[in-house]
């Protein structure tokens, strides 16, 4: 098992118990992290597996079940096995500590394309979204502002009260941030449709034959139509696609937290700077969602990020569908240039005329196929994608509501509106996030890590007990590899962890008393766990040479690869990370358009 032998500890006069990532206050009895593990996602059908389906889908993260469902209401007979005791990939809920429940890895949600709530019925299996509104919130440290007595900055959809709180930095910044804002939202609304349309194959323009040109007219009057929609803002969408977000935001604005605070977006799972080229898109990406008919908005699913990969997985049994967990791939069953199946680690073999991979492209072609089944240059690109990660996951159980020096607790303690936001710890000014780069880049741990602090249960009554809290920190910059030669063991990942709560403290003092248990996820953690490789959220970088047509490679970005019957289908894939759903269902309409002929 990944989880080490468990050790004691004391922490500010408490015992504690820690499992490898997992520190938990209590009686100091030992414990299994496993036996906390019960957020009721387990396999969702009680058939007992075949030796053949139609279609064998590799892990039942949120894409992989997209997949599923959409191919098993086609007709076909579909089987999804996970190596995890858990459906959900990275889209998952545990109950890691008793009484509290982790959205473990991803933690909020926007990016879910409505197409795919609507043609999965998603809500009548069960899915849930409470919208947050205010969604940003920066507190400062010490008091700042024109007049030096600004507290914090808290956004929101009501525009008016943006201009309010930006103008308490600068009256021109609280003007120019609604066009900004009309602006984003003029490009990402042109850019929508590509997100539900597979890129075109360069192969369309040279050595495809006329019917796969023919196939490919579809996506390229998508494409040529979303160029016509950005119309003026030609220009801009160029800008966020190549330049540096920081000079796209020192373009608009004057101020910082502000320009801080949005550039936030434009690194978030990134191995990247504001300074960066390229980290525009990073941030255009994640202002793409909507949620409930609203541009733009973020949520909390209910009962965690595992409720959104359930009701998926809820759709695809109610047709039929076998999902089977604690079922390891040894490897992608192959002769020649053709698949047959997959192959088990205890050697049990499926059957299948087709494989979906929801595993990374790395995984998927330099793991699971065995070695020389793919050209070499394709194999040699693959070995050279970009999947530095610079994220360490923190999640925490606490006593008590975080109570902000910037904005105090009520005497009730009862939640206030910004307890419901993203909250931006150490970004007051944007050469934070440089610095903190900078020392991750050296293989050390950053002085004042970036960190987005989120208090699902803020809103969402079901994930924690009465009066305690969950708490998600998604902080950055963490090498993968640290200077020296110095592991991630249970001292680097504590050391790390202390370094960020002494952080918080600083803007909510009390906050390392009221922690109850924490949950320590490295990037080497993230890898091991989720099968992230390198610990990459969005399964590779969403840089320029790695998105749309070149995504993950040019030869693969069309869902399929040389071995016939192998499709790749998770955020590898065109449109990218986060929890979107459209990998799965692009990689789905590939297999259908070529099953009559495999």
């Not at 919130?137 to 709180?165: I, V």
């Not at 034959?209 to 119309?231: D, H």
Request: net charge negative; charged share 20%.
């Amino acid at each position: 098992m990944l989880y080490r032998n468990v050790v004691q500890l004391c922490r500010s006069g408490r015992d504690m118990v820690t499992c490898g990532q997992l520190s938990v206050r209590g009686s100091g009895r030992k414990q299994s992290v496993d036996s906390f593990s019960s957020s009721g996602q387990r396999s969702t059908h009680t058939d007992s597996l075949k030796s053949q389906y139609d279609v064998v889908v590799i892990g039942a993260g949120h894409n992989g079940l997209v997949s599923a469902a959409y191919l098993q209401k086609a007709g076909l007979d579909v089987c999804v096995v996970e190596r995890r005791h858990v459906i959900g990939g990275a889209a998952v809920t545990e109950e890691i500590i008793p009484g509290f429940k982790f959205s473990r890895a991803s933690y909020v949600l926007s990016l879910l394309r409505p197409k795919i709530v609507e043609d999965l019925q998603l809500k009548k299996y069960g899915l849930k979204v409470y919208l947050r509104d205010p969604s940003s919130y920066t507190p400062l440290a010490t008091p700042g502002g024109r007049d030096g007595t600004a507290r914090s900055l808290l956004l929101s959809r009501d525009q008016e009260k943006n201009k309010q709180q930006i103008a308490q930095f600068s009256h021109k910044d609280a003007q120019a941030f609604t066009e900004y804002e009309e602006t984003l939202d003029r490009i990402v609304t042109a850019m929508d449709p590509l997100l539900d349309s597979p890129p075109f194959p360069l192969t369309a323009f040279s050595s495809a034959s006329l019917r796969e040109k023919w196939n490919s007219l579809p996506s390229i009057r998508t494409l040529l139509g979303a160029v016509k929609s950005l119309g003026p803002e030609l220009t801009g969408f160029y800008e966020f696609m190549t330049a540096p977000a920081q000079k796209i935001l020192d373009r608009w604005f004057e101020s910082e937290p502000l320009k801080a605070t949005l550039a936030t977006d434009s690194v978030i799972g990134a191995m990247l700077t504001p300074e960066s080229p390229g980290s525009g898109y990073v941030l255009l990406h994640h202002v793409m969602g909507e949620l409930e008919g609203i541009k733009g908005a973020w949520g909390y699913v209910e009962g965690g990020m595992g409720g959104v990969s359930q009701a998926i997985a809820n759709c695809a049994t109610d047709h039929g569908a076998s999902i089977f967990c604690d079922r390891p791939v040894s490897n992608v069953l192959t002769s020649g240039e053709r698949c047959h199946g997959v192959v088990l680690v205890d050697g049990t073999e499926i059957r299948s005329k087709v494989v979906l991979s929801n595993a990374t492209p790395s995984v998927t072609f330099l793991d699971l196929v065995k070695p020389a089944t793919l050209p070499d240059h394709l194999t040699d690109q693959l070995k050279h994608l970009d999947v530095r990660s610079p994220v360490t996951k923190i999640n925490v159980a606490v006593d008590r509501l975080p109570d902000f020096l910037a904005d105090p607790n009520t005497r009730d303690n009862s939640v206030m509106p910004h307890h419901h936001c993203t909250i931006h710890i150490n970004c007051e000014d944007s050469r934070l996030i440089t610095d903190a780069y900078l020392q991750c880049q050296a293989g050390e741990l950053p002085a004042s890590p970036v960190i987005e602090m989120v208090i699902p249960s803020s809103l969402d009554p079901t994930l924690a007990p009465p009066g305690s809290h969950v708490v998600l920190l998604f902080t950055q910059y963490t090498p993968y590899t640290l200077a020296g030669g110095r592991p991630w063991d249970n001292t680097t990942r504590n050391q790390y962890a202390d370094i960020v709560f002494d952080s918080i403290e600083k803007y909510t003092p009390g906050f390392k008393e009221s922690v109850i248990g924490r949950d320590i996820l490295t990037p080497p953690d993230l890898e091991d766990i989720f099968g992230l490789s390198g610990g990459n959220i969005f399964h590779g970088a969403m840089s320029l040479d790695q998105l749309y047509l070149s995504r993950p490679i040019p030869a693969l970005s069309n869902y399929r690869c040389p071995i016939r019957g192998l499709y790749l289908c998770g955020s590898g894939a065109h449109p990218g990370g986060g929890v979107m759903g459209s990998p799965g269902r692009l990689a789905a309409q590939a297999v259908l358009a070529d099953y009559p002929k495999l």
